[in-house]
């Protein structure tokens, strides 16, 4: 069975400085697609960015880009200059290419000091 | 577009008590897919709708969860008899299937969550 860690329960970042959340997986399958999803407070969680395995390229959306390292089954996220908006939850998240559920990691919350 | 809505935000309920879920997904998204999360832990998968059939309910804990969705449009979650364990976020989310130069390219849509609290 799949499974996702994020091995950060909570991290801090200073606005405007950049920040980067971690995780793993563990899969054998070999085409597959890694998400990372935001949830600020009592709002939707909403897709911040979205990688295919069989791409080498990692993903990137403005201020914010993935590590992905398909051997080592991580798959980071980097947020440049931090903004106030980009405090929430975090979740890692992984879906077989053809399957429909996601699998979920247990979150990081990002904080945002002014 | 209205993106997807669930209703209530929260709840809080007795053990004992039954409760009933609600989530709108977006229009003519085919795909309905429910998830729990328990404090502190990960998003844990309950069950995925296409239009009105289950597709897949591995995720669902026990017989004490029914989830359906007359007329593949909105769907429910109820809970009877609620324990204390329920207690976590219950979030929806909807698809429909896409394929962009011959790939999958299905992305879900996520509601706010019902936080329910079993005291």
């Known amino acids: 069975a799949q499974t996702v860690t994020q091995s950060q329960p909570e991290m801090s970042v200073q606005e405007a400085e950049t920040v980067t959340l971690s995780c793993t997986y563990d899969t054998s399958e070999s085409d597959y697609y890694l998400f990372w999803y935001k949830q600020p407070p009592s709002r939707q969680m909403i897709l911040v960015i979205r990688q295919e395995a069989y791409k080498q390229q990692n993903a990137t959306e403005n201020r914010f880009s993935v590590n992905f390292q398909k051997a080592a089954k991580s798959f980071s996220l980097k947020i440049s200059d931090s903004q106030l908006g980009d405090a929430a939850m975090y979740f890692c998240a992984y879906r077989t290419k053809y399957g429909n559920k996601l699998v979920f990691g247990a979150g990081t919350i990002l904080r945002v000091k002014s | 577009e209205a993106g997807v809505t669930q209703f209530p935000s929260h709840s809080v309920i007795e053990k004992g008590q039954t409760v009933t879920l609600r989530c709108d997904p977006i229009?003519?998204?085919?795909?309905l897919y429910w998830y729990r999360r328990v404090m502190g832990k990960e998003i844990k998968f309950l069950l995925h709708f296409v239009k009105e059939s289950k597709q897949d309910e591995s995720g669902m804990p026990n017989n004490r969860f029914l989830a359906e969705r007359t007329g593949g449009t909105y769907s429910t979650l109820k809970v009877q008899p609620a324990e204390l364990e329920d207690s976590g976020v219950y979030f929806c989310?909807?698809?429909?299937?896409?394929?962009?130069?011959?790939?999958?390219?299905?992305?879900?849509?996520f509601g706010q969550g019902t936080r329910l609290t079993v005291v």
């Open positions: 989310a909807s698809s429909q299937d896409h394929w962009r130069q011959g790939q999958p390219n299905t992305e879900a849509f």
């Open positions: 229009s003519g998204h085919d795909n």
